[in-house]
């Protein structure tokens, strides 16, 4: 501060004046201003003037320069608002404060639904778009894993003009983490024999959980039948496996017709997992309550009545599905 009061004080009143007045825009909009690494300041203050900033580019280097703040100019992504002036500016490049935008993927999506989201999001620059699902997963640098379940659910933010792919990167190195620091906490006694069935499982939970506190308690019915050789049965699997051919209801012929998803007719996991868990199901997945029940069935509220014999589960499906 005090070396920019010299500064200021060297250059005189005009200059003062000049720092504080605000810089005119060609558009209404904000100009999008972007830095490479390595840009020198007299190349940053033509872009900014390039970005569409009424502004003098040797002016702007010279101040730039003058305030001994020109090298810790950071590379990124910025917005220039209508009525910053070069003061602000400068303290916007040195502080690295970028223009963010912000994407939520949402627990029990399915990878269709991800893309979807990517597609449309704000000033998400698209990599992907011509690709398929086996040329993007190889451009994330893992060929032949099915993406599916691979990309952890939260709210990522990104730089305007970012790529899709870069965050796409970023939420399967989350949900790598989120699985082994799961995996590592699992039950000794979990049928499950690796991350990925485990993955797989909480995927599962996922789809069929209507309140979070039963998390646990829906891991522990499927980990029970895994255990007796008994199918999941679970309509999620179905569903997914008809995917668009789905026609917002399961029929009789669906259930009945074998199909690598189609957990009534099949024991054990389906193939793959059906859509992205977040951490709550992978460690339910991992760490199931313990309990008898190997059935559940909709009360209707969001909540789920157990049961550990059939007749039970007949019983509250006449009441909570039939009202009998």
Sequence with gaps: MVLLLLVLAALGAGAYHWLQQPLELVAEAPADLSIEPG?????????VSDAGVKVNPSALYWWFRLSGQ???????????????????????LVRGDE???????????????????????????????????????TALGAPG?????????????????????????RARRAQSRQLQMAWSQRSPDSPLKTPEEALILASIVEKETGRA???????????????????LQTDPTVIYGLGESYDGKLHRRDLLTDAPYNTYTRAGLPPTPIAMPGKA??????????????????RGDGSSQFSATLEEHNRAVNKYQRGQ
């Design 281 to 298: 199901s992978l460690l339910a997945a991992v760490l199931p309550d313990p309990t008898k029940a190997l059935y559940f069935v909709a």
């Design 213 to 231: 506190s039963e998390r646990a308690m829906v891991a522990g019915v499927f980990v029970n039948r895994l255990r007796l050789g008994m199918p």
């Design 99 to 137: 223009a963010l935008r912000s994407l939520t993927l949402v627990e029990g999506w399915n990878f269709r639904q991800v893309r979807d989201a990517l597609a449309s999001a704000e000033s998400l620059k698209s990599q992907t778009k011509d690709m398929t699902n086996d040329v993007l997963m």
């Design 70 to 92: 020109a090298r810790q100019i950071k590379a990124g992504s910025y917005e220039i608002e209508s009525g910053m002036t070069p003061w602000r500016l400068l303290r916007k």
């Design 39 to 47: 840009t020198p300041a007299r190349a940053v203050a033509q872009s």
């Design 145 to 169: 894993i099915y993406p599916e379940g691979q990309f952890f659910p939260d709210t990522y933010t990104y730089a305007k003009g970012s790529s899709d792919l870069a965050l796409l990167n």
